[in-house]
């Protein structure tokens, strides 16, 4: 694909179009201006938005294949080989204020040598580290260095919000050992972030090592070796995740075992007072019959008499209880 020019890529509602200088900086693409291989395109779209999406639908510069994707139909993390250019969906933490981190923002991008078109709906965050390496200079100089430095970013959020997630897990695990139950679907949101997490990251790994293995024309042996460190951090994220799901499932457990132990504790209790109480009850309902013949019942200080033995009576099953070591 030669002869293209800031025409071929112009879209009035794009988020940005911007040109590499091949030396770590962009700037934007004017309509005159050339893209090769030395100086490709960044067009960076929302496909929701009318003139994006009539672009992607139409642009003779996309395969067939990759206007449904780029579109919005890619969820998962995929690679797909699409003759000269290659088609990638990643995943990356949501930063939006408004909801959670773990809803999940899909960034879709097809790439060859000349050109880089990425689309998404909502905000992706890394892309602004990115972004401000590029500005400043010091970004990729080619189309490879760009993807790396993508999946970089996109590894780094993943990265920080399973430590936030493990350190959340410390946190219940210290309340648990001072007999503090946590807040009622604390421990089952934390879990879904987890599965959640599992569910996309784990495809994502697998994406960055096939990008690492397979001879892609605009990656060289540098950028590769590169992309499998990434896979390989990935990778560990991973194995926390899986072992932070573990001790949910532990935590979980044990919160049960002491609601049960709470809950046995509990009628224990109400049977030992039951104990206690269950002879003065008896002779209390004894006495408590309106027929005649009551013993003590013409004496003055019958009731006073009664009463104290009441209390003779629970004082001395309460020693028996403790002495029997029920209590």
């Not at 700037?27 to 291989?37: I, M, N, T």
């Not at 500005?135 to 430095?149: E, F, I, P, Q, R």
């Not at 896979?231 to 991973?238: F, H, I, K, M, V």
């Given at each position: 694909m030669s002869g293209l020019t800031g025409r071929d890529f112009f879209v009035s509602d794009a988020v940005f179009t911007w040109?590499?200088?091949?030396?770590?900086?962009i700037?934007?693409?004017?309509?005159?201006?050339?893209?090769?291989?030395q100086h490709p395109?960044?067009?960076?779209?929302?496909?929701?938005?009318?003139?994006?999406?009539?672009?992607?639908?139409?642009?003779?510069?996309?395969?067939?294949?990759?206007?449904?994707?780029?579109?919005?139909?890619?969820?998962?993390?995929?690679v797909t080989r699409m003759g000269e250019g290659t088609f990638i969906t990643l995943r990356c933490i949501n930063g939006s204020t408004d909801e959670r981190p773990d809803q999940l923002v899909a960034m879709r991008m097809y790439i060859n040598e000349n050109m880089i078109i990425t689309s998404r709906q909502r905000q992706v965050l890394a892309l602004d580290d990115v972004i401000n390496?590029?500005?400043?200079?010091?970004?990729?100089?080619?189309?490879?260095?760009?993807?790396?430095?993508?999946c970089d970013a996109l590894t780094d959020h993943a990265s920080e919000f399973i430590e936030q997630l493990h350190d959340q897990i410390i946190d219940l695990e210290d309340d648990l050992l001072d007999q503090q139950i946590p807040q009622r679907g604390q421990l089952a949101l934390l879990r879904k972030q987890l599965i959640v997490m599992r569910r996309y990251m784990a495809p994502q790994r697998d994406v960055f090592a096939r990008l690492a293995s397979e001879r892609l024309p605009w990656m060289d042996d540098d950028e590769r070796r590169r992309m499998q460190d990434i896979?390989?951090?990935?990778?560990?994220?991973?194995d926390e995740i899986d072992a932070c799901i573990a001790r949910t499932a532990i935590m979980a457990d044990e919160i049960s075992q002491m609601m049960q132990e709470s809950l046995s504790r509990r009628s224990?209790?109400?049977?030992?007072?039951?104990?206690?109480?269950?002879?003065?009850?008896?002779?209390?309902?004894?006495?408590?019959?309106?027929?005649?013949?009551?013993?003590?019942?013409?004496?003055?200080?019958?009731?006073?008499?009664?009463?104290?033995?009441?209390?003779?009576?629970?004082?001395?099953?309460?020693?028996?209880l403790k002495r029997s070591n029920w209590l």
């Open positions: 040109r590499f200088d091949g030396m770590g900086g700037a934007p693409l004017e309509q005159s201006e050339c893209v090769d291989k395109c960044w067009l960076h779209l929302n496909y929701t938005h009318p003139q994006s999406a009539d672009w992607l639908a139409n642009s003779p510069l996309l395969p067939d294949m990759a206007r449904d994707l780029l579109a919005g139909e890619s969820l998962r993390p995929r390496d590029l500005k400043s200079g010091t970004g990729a100089k080619d189309v490879g260095g760009w993807l790396v430095d993508v896979a390989d951090r990935l990778g560990r994220g991973l224990y209790t109400m049977s030992l007072m039951a104990m206690v109480f269950l002879p003065s009850t008896f002779l209390t309902g004894l006495f408590g019959v309106n027929l005649g013949g009551i013993p003590g019942g013409s004496w003055g200080f019958g009731f006073a008499f009664f009463c104290l033995m009441l209390v003779i009576l629970v004082v001395a099953v309460i020693v028996w």
